[in-house]
């Protein structure tokens, strides 16, 4: 019980901020227990980095941001071996990497070597600096934006190494009732204040990641998402009309990111079971920057979320 109010309270004090963005509150409340790193799309002023402030205020999480830029070096970020002047020897000086929570802001606005650098960091939990690893928090976990409108002088990110990410979000914008609000809240000076939850301690966090670990999914659940991932494998298997329109499939990873996710989403909602919705409301999020569509695909204009949904219609739960 205590936990279950701990997260409610959580995610209304980040209502109490942010207006409206339900999914982006989910999304990184989802990242935040379980652990995992969230890719965020959206256009510029949609308050990405706001909620990601309130949320690393709220839990007392050691916090950076950092701007990605064309000169962004690997060791600006992951830190380097520094001459000490008194002792002669070499030092490592820790880069903004060893935070808890990092918000790596425009990420596709620095050079692939420095991209590769954060998402080897996020996969392995550690960095290799001058033939030495050095491991980071164990709480550590990545808000990683990307803004869609920029193409000229942007990197894309790898493609290969896009799975690192447990969540690819996009965000949209707010309705013209929550505009108003929006309004009406900076004006009052709203976000001035800060919101810390005076009851969580990092123990509570660390114990809520275990608990999503073992979460319990039901043995017909693990099969649904299992064929939901096989689906982008073996489209044609689901609907003849899908046959060759996957040119790159997801790996097992995304079956684990769905698992973890879902375990996550049910912790937040106060459940100790994961549900056939939690994993239905997730499925784009964990394939959108996975999969790749067929030139013939994309000829019929499909995009990775039509297509998700597709196979959210036909594959059933079978019990
Ligand atoms: N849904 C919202 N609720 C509350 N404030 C909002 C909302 N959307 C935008 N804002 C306000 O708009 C401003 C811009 O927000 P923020 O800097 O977080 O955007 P961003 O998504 O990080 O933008 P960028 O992509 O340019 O970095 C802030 O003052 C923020 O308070
Ligand atoms: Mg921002």
Known sequence: MEQKNNWLTLKEQLA???????????????????????LLEGAPGLAKTTAVKVLSQAVNLDFVRIQFTPDLMPSDITGSEVLDR???????????????????????????KVQSALLEAMAEGQVSVGGQTYALDPLFFVVATQNPLEHSGTYPLPEAQMDRFMLHVKLDFPSADEEL????????????????????????????????????????????????????????????????????PASPRATLALAQAASARALMTGRDYVTPEDIVVLLPDVLRHRIHLSAKARTQKLTVDDWVQQVLDRVTLAI
């Open 16 to 38: 109490s901020v942010i207006v409206g963005q339900e999914v982006l509150i989910e999304r990184l409340m989802i990242a935040l227990l379980a652990g995992g790193h969230v």
């Open 86 to 112: 008194d002792s002669g020897q070499m030092r490592f000086v820790k880069g903004p990497l060893f935070h808890q929570l990092t918000l790596a802001d425009e990420i596709n606005r620095a050079p692939p």
């Open 181 to 248: 609000i929006i309004l009406q809240r900076v004006r009052s000076g709203a976000f001035s204040q800060k919101a810390t939850l005076s009851s969580f301690d990092l123990a509570t966090l660390t114990s809520a990641r275990a608990q999503v670990a073992n979460m319990h999914i039901d043995l017909s659940l693990q099969q649904y998402l299992v064929r939901l991932i096989a689906a982008t494998r073996q489209p044609e298997l689901v609907a003849e009309s899908l046959r060759d329109t996957i040119a790159v």
